[in-house]
């Protein structure tokens, strides 16, 4: 309370009693709000007094860790609400004390990444490294310490994660330390989850970047072949007009000589061909002569 009253007493009036379901009630003050910068610093101080007050009955509690007014057994838990919709419980216990933070997400995605990071937190808190940290379990299932709490606090898809305070971790200034990283745990694993989801997604364009760019050029080399192709369709065809137009011409040429040739008829000169320049006939050693039947008549 000391703390809220510093804040301005012009500004803010404690209301008693509390209204009903609140610990804290208070009244502003709006025409005494002072002006410029001092006004931003009251408005700031005012929306952090729910974190002021939370912050300090969390270090009272952790102050008792060792109090021993009680008898030994396990303590109701007392649910504590520093962000909206997201509780946490604190239980009191024999040399310790236990948080336990029910983590709930909306997408399936952000439910894997959290179980991971909290299957990988317990096994690196629970190491030999970290023995001085808190000891961390993380479990699907409620755990036996919240029987008996709401069933809407205790409906959850990332499971739960337990955290276990001893007097080491709230020795000098390590109190303050300890108190701020509870309340701001919610914060940590979303901040956790979204970085996760993006350096993936980061990752996905870079790899679909690089697919498109393989791709891109793989296409690009298979025009460039198919170009050469056709290339090489239209040069065969040119070679084969020009040989074709050569033929041709050397059929037109020869024809033309056998016509002038035809004009010259030399007396005698046909016997002679057919003497000198004709091919002899040869007869084929696999050819048979069909023998003719002899129909005379036979003498005895």
């Known amino acids: 309370m000391e703390k809220v009253k510093a804040i301005s007493a012009d500004v803010l009036e404690i ?6 379901g609140y610990q804290l009630t208070l009244r502003l003050n709006f025409a005494r709000m002072p002006h410029g910068k001092e006004s931003i610093k009251t408005i700031t101080d005012i929306a952090a007094v729910q974190g002021v007050i939370l912050s300090s009955q969390l270090e009272e509690m952790l102050m008792n860790v060792n109090s021993q007014d009680v008898a030994q057994g ?5 649910k504590l609400v520093y962000h909206p919709r997201e509780p946490f419980y604190v239980i009191k216990q024999p040399q310790k004390i236990t948080a336990v933070f029910p983590m709930r997400f909306k997408e399936k995605t952000d439910v894997i990444i959290a179980t991971t990071f909290f299957q990988e937190l317990m096994d690196v808190a629970n190491s030999k490294a970290c023995a001085k940290a ?21 409906s959850t898809n990332g499971g739960f994660v337990s955290f276990d305070i001893t007097s080491r971790h709230i020795e000098g200034k390590r109190l303050d330390k300890t108190v701020w990283n509870l309340l701001n745990f919610y914060a940590f694993v979303k901040n956790h989850v979204k970085s996760t989801r993006g350096f993936i997604q980061r990752r996905m364009r870079t790899c679909l970047k690089s697919l498109v760019e393989v791709l891109q050029k793989t ?11 056709k290339g090489y369709k239209r040069m065969k065809k040119l070679v084969n007009f020009s040989k074709s137009k ?25 016997r002679f ?5 004709s091919f002899p006939n040869f007869s084929s050693k696999t050819k048979y002569r069909k023998l003719e039947k002899d129909t005379s008549p036979q003498h005895n």
């Not at 808190?134 to 205790?154: F, N, T």
């Not at 061909?273 to 320049?277: G, Q």
């Open 273 to 277: 061909r057919r003497k000198w320049l």
């Open 74 to 78: 396990m303590y109701k838990p007392i």
């Open 219 to 229: 296409g690009l080399q298979d025009d460039q072949q198919i170009k050469e192709v």
């Open 246 to 270: 050569i033929l041709r011409y050397r059929s037109d040429f020869t024809s033309k000589l056998k016509r002038i040739h035809s004009r010259l008829k030399i007396h005698g000169f046909g």
């Open 134 to 154: 808190p000891h961390c379990i993380w479990s699907p299932i409620p755990p036996p310490e919240l029987r008996g709490e709401a069933i809407e606090d205790l």
């Open 15 to 20: 209301v008693e009693p509390p209204k009903e």
